[in-house]
C-alpha cells in the first residue's frame, strides 16, 4: 500500500476547518504553518509517516521544536494543530487511532522565567530621579509592581481609586475580567502617596484622568511605555540581565516563595487560575537550593 499524498491530507484538513468548523482565516493559515513543519520532518525521513507515527515520535518531534528555540506557548498551539490534524485523518480512515491524542502539553518544558536578586531590585527600585514628576511616577510604577506582582496590563490600567492606603491593597480586573485584591506593602503604598500629590497634578496640568499612573501629556500609560521605563532605569541601575516589565512579576513570585510563602498564597496573588503556572516559580526555588547545597555541602562535589 503506497503512502498517503501530504499534501492532499493537509488541503482536505484546511477545508475541513474552513467548512465544517467554520475556523477564521488567520486560524488556517496558522494551522498550516504548524502542520507543515510536521510534514517538513516525515519528507526529511527524521519523522515516520503519519500512517506509522507515534506518540512518542510526536513528542520528540515537540521537543525538538522547544530545543531549537520554539516558544512554550508556540509549541503548545502547534501541539493543537497537531492532534487536531491527526483526529481528521482518523475520521477520514487515514489512520487507526489517534496518537496524538495522549500528548501532553508541554507544561513542564516552560523556560524558568528569569528574576532578579534582592539586590537588583533595591538598585532598580532606587534608579529613577525622584526630583522629577515622571521620577516620582516611575518610582512608584516599579514598587508597585514589584509590591504586588500584577501583570504590566493590570498595572497600567489600575484606576485612581484602585488602591486602597487604609487597607493596605489593590484591587485590580485581572484575566477572564476577574476582580483581584493583592496586598501591598508600606514602601510602595508611600511612593504611591508620594506620586499622587507631588507628581500626578504636575503631570495632568490641569486635564483630568480616571487612571492612576499618567504620562507627562496627561494620557494613561500604556505597556509599551513602562517597558520603556524599566528598560531605561535597568541600564541606569546597572542591571545586566535581559529584562522586561514581567521580569519583576516574576521576582515579586519567587522571592516570596524564598521566604516561606505558600504556593497557594503566591497563586491568588498572581491570579494564576491553574496551580501549576504558579509551580514554575518552584523549579527558580529548587534551582537556588541546589547552589547552596553545592557551594555548602562538604560532600556536595
Known amino acids: ?19 465544517e468548523q467554520n475556523r477564521s482565516p488567520a486560524t488556517i493559515e496558522g494551522y498550516n504553518r504548524d502542520i507543515r513543519k510536521l510534514l517538513e520532518r516525515i519528507h526529511s525521513k527524521s519523522l515516520p509517516g503519519v500512517v506509522e507515527m507515534t506518540s512518542m515520535d510526536i513528542t520528540r518531534f515537540l521537543k525538538s521544536l522547544r530545543d531549537v528555540g520554539l516558544s512554550p506557548t508556540s509549541v503548545a498551539r502547534l501541539l493543537a494543530a497537531v492532534k487536531g490534524f491527526f483526529r481528521y485523518l482518523n475520521a477520514e480512515g487515514v489512520i487507526k487511532g489517534n ?3 495522549i500528548v501532553g502539553a508541554p507544561k513542564l518544558w516552560r523556560s524558568v522565567p528569569d528574576t532578579l536578586s534582592i539586590e537588583e531590585v533595591d538598585r532598580l527600585l532606587t534608579a529613577p530621579d525622584v526630583s522629577t514628576p515622571e521620577g516620582l511616577r516611575d518610582q512608584a510604577m516599579l514598587e508597585t509592581m514589584y509590591a504586588t506582582g500584577l501583570r504590566v496590563s493590570e498595572l497600567v490600567g489600575l484606576g485612581a481609586g484602585n488602591v486602597n492606603f487604609e487597607m493596605g491593597f489593590v484591587s485590580t480586573m485581572g484575566k477572564g475580567s476577574k476582580e483581584r485584591v493583592t496586598p501591598m506593602g508600606e514602601t510602595a503604598l508611600e511612593r504611591v502617596k508620594e506620586y499622587r500629590k507631588e507628581a500626578r497634578p504636575k503631570l495632568l496640568k490641569g ?5 492612576l499612573f499618567v504620562t507627562r501629556r496627561g494620557g494613561a500609560m500604556t505597556r509599551q511605555g513602562f517597558w520603556k521605563i524599566v528598560k531605561k532605569h535597568a541600564v541606569k541601575a546597572g542591571v545586566i540581565k535581559e529584562i522586561s516589565p514581567h521580569t519583576l512579576r516574576h521576582s515579586f513570585a519567587t522571592h516570596l516563595l524564598e521566604h516561606g510563602a505558600d504556593l497557594r498564597s503566591v497563586q491568588r496573588m498572581l491570579g494564576h487560575s491553574d496551580i501549576s503556572t504558579t509551580q514554575i516559580y518552584t523549579h527558580v526555588n529548587k534551582k537556588q537550593m541546589r547552589e547552596v547545597y553545592d557551594s555548602a555541602h562538604p560532600r556536595a562535589k
Open 1 to 19: 500500500m503506497s503512502a498517503p499524498n501530504l499534501e492532499i491530507l493537509l488541503d482536505g484538513f484546511l477545508n475541513h476547518l474552513l467548512v
Open 99 to 101: 496518537p496524538a491524542d
Open 207 to 211: 486635564r483630568m484622568s480616571d487612571m
